[in-house]
């Protein structure tokens, strides 16, 4: 939502406020009695105003502190995603640097999906993947197929992928049935939304964004109240402007009271 519609949406709900005090301006004509009706019309109005005018501006709340954040915060925002091995990553990678804001893209470990193997078959591959690609730092094997990688910076992880995935069909006739390389995307964080658009627009799946300002847009998130009792507070502060409205004489009596005796008079 824009600063035009949330100013717009905000001003509708302080007319509709104003409403309400006028209906309570409106006592003397309509008689005392009719307080509790006031009271209902201003409850109400104010949990309708509530609901449809300031509940859509709260919901942006955390993407607007999002934007103050971005513009303020220093240091960089980390963007992950899982690139399919059959991607040309060393291509992707060097298309992502040339991306306004971005400071470094690296590749942070390779999940592979294989045939299952037996224990025995673990151990030797466990063994062995150093002998496969001396550029594989260390690797994660489990039974049902699953293998993890960390390869040395800088170093095509396909590369890796290729020759373990070689090895273990020509070894022991397992096929690799799905691959992906987890990049890694430090950005400024005014270019993070552009980055993040990048990558979803070659149906990259981004699986997070991590830095200074999504922490504090996390830590705000969790401190807010839930909508039902933004809800339920404009509800009341309906009724509460619809009393100011029929008390208002009363109200500025005792305020003149406060000043006058605080003035000396």
Same mark, same amino acid.
């Given at each position: 939502?824009?600063?035009? *519609? ?16 006028? #209906? ?22 104010? &949990? ?6 300031? !509940? %859509?501006?709260?919901?942006?709340? %955390?993407?607007? #502190? ?9 240091? =960089?925002? =980390?963007?992950?995603?899982?690139? *399919?091995?059959?991607?040309? /990553?060393?291509?992707? &990678?060097?298309?992502?640097? #040339? ?5 470094? $893209?690296?590749? @942070?470990?390779? +999940? ?5 193997? !037996? ?67 430090? +950005? ?5 939304? *552009? ?10 799946? $981004?699986?997070?964004?991590?830095? %200074?300002?999504? @922490?504090?847009?996390? #830590? ?10 933004? +809800? ?18 009363? /109200? ?14």
């Amino acid at each position: 939502m824009d600063v035009l *519609s949330v100013t717009v949406m905000l001003a509708l709900f302080i007319l509709l406020l104003a409403f309400i005090f006028s #209906a309570g301006l409106m006592t003397p004509i309509i008689g005392k009695k009719n307080l509790l009706f006031v009271v209902f019309i201003g409850f109400v109005a104010g &949990t309708v105003g509530g609901a449809f005018l300031v !509940s %859509p501006v709260y919901d942006d709340i %955390p993407e607007i #502190a999002r934007g103050i954040y971005i513009s303020t915060e220093g240091g =960089t925002e =980390t963007v992950t995603a899982d690139v *399919s091995a059959a991607t040309d /990553i060393v291509k992707l &990678t060097e298309e992502l640097r #040339a991306q306004e804001g971005v400071v470094d $893209v690296h590749s @942070e470990g390779i +999940v592979i999906k294989t045939d299952r193997f !037996s224990e025995d078959r673990k151990r030797i591959i466990e063994d062995k993947i150093s002998v496969i690609d001396s550029n594989i730092t260390s690797w994660k094997v489990y039974t049902n197929g699953t293998i993890i990688l960390q390869v040395k910076r800088g170093y095509n992880p396909v590369k890796a992928l290729e020759n373990l995935a070689e090895w273990l069909m020509y070894t022991g006739g397992i096929n690799t049935r799905y691959s992906a390389v987890h990049l890694v995307v430090e +950005v400024n964080p005014r270019n993070v939304d *552009s980055v993040v658009s990048y990558l979803q627009a070659r149906d990259i799946i $981004v699986t997070g964004v991590k830095g %200074p300002a999504e @922490e504090r847009v996390a #830590a705000l998130k969790s401190s807010l109240p839930a909508k039902s009792s933004i +809800v339920l507070f404009c509800g009341v502060l309906g009724m509460l402007t619809g009393l100011a409205g029929v008390f208002i004489d009363s /109200i500025l009596g005792f305020v003149r009271g406060i000043y006058e005796r605080y003035r000396g008079v």
